[in-house]
């Protein structure tokens, strides 16, 4: 199913490769352990060509048809033997679709900010046939940009303490709000 960025424009992907530089500076940017060896080298320049001029489908082409992840990954199975297992086909599309979401939602922030904006708001970016319920009460919610943006910078290795983002593919994203009209 396709994702809706509803405020990807060019400023928004200048503020997400912001994003990405900055976790490049602080050793932050996530590598997923289904990343082959070559494909960690070069996840960075990949992730940074898609945010600044292609879509997560794009990624995911890229990481797939490369053979830059794994095909086997060990899992724990209610025991204590790990056991190998084969890594979902849709593995490249999860992982792109999800980074690429975490910078968007990022650069939204930002661009928030900048357009003197105090709030963002979650929206449903891909349909879910079966969503979540904790996912669906999130949807139309307003959360300061500011706090929002350090919870997304530290996410995944810190639970965001505003309780957004729920998760790994929940398809919620944000989206700037709409301008208040004048009386």
């Not at 949807?139 to 997304?152: C, F, H, S, V, Y």
Request: aromatic fraction near 10%; include cysteine; proline fraction near 8%.
């Amino acid at each position: 199913m396709e994702f809706r960025f509803e405020n990807l424009a060019e400023i928004t992907r200048r503020y997400m490769a912001q994003e990405l530089s900055r976790d490049l500076i602080y050793g932050k940017l996530y590598y997923s352990p289904r990343l082959t060896p070559e494909g960690r080298a070069v996840y960075s320049i990949l992730l940074e060509e898609a945010l600044r001029w292609h879509t997560p489908h794009w990624l995911a082409d890229a990481l797939r048809y490369a053979n830059y992840l794994r095909t086997t990954e060990e899992r724990h199975a209610g025991g204590d033997e790990p056991i190998q297992a084969r890594v979902p086909e849709t593995a490249p599309e999860m992982l792109a679709v999800d980074e690429f979401n975490r910078y968007y939602m990022r650069g939204v922030c930002l661009r928030a900010l900048a357009q003197g904006f105090e709030f963002v708001e979650i929206y449903r970016g891909r349909e879910s046939v079966e969503p979540r319920e904790a996912s669906e009460a999130l949807i139309g919610k307003q959360l300061p940009a500011d706090r929002l943006l350090e919870d997304l910078r530290n996410w995944p290795e810190q639970s965001p303490l505003l309780g957004f983002p729920t998760g790994y593919n929940s398809g919620l994203s944000l989206r700037l709000p709409e301008p208040t009209p004048i009386a």
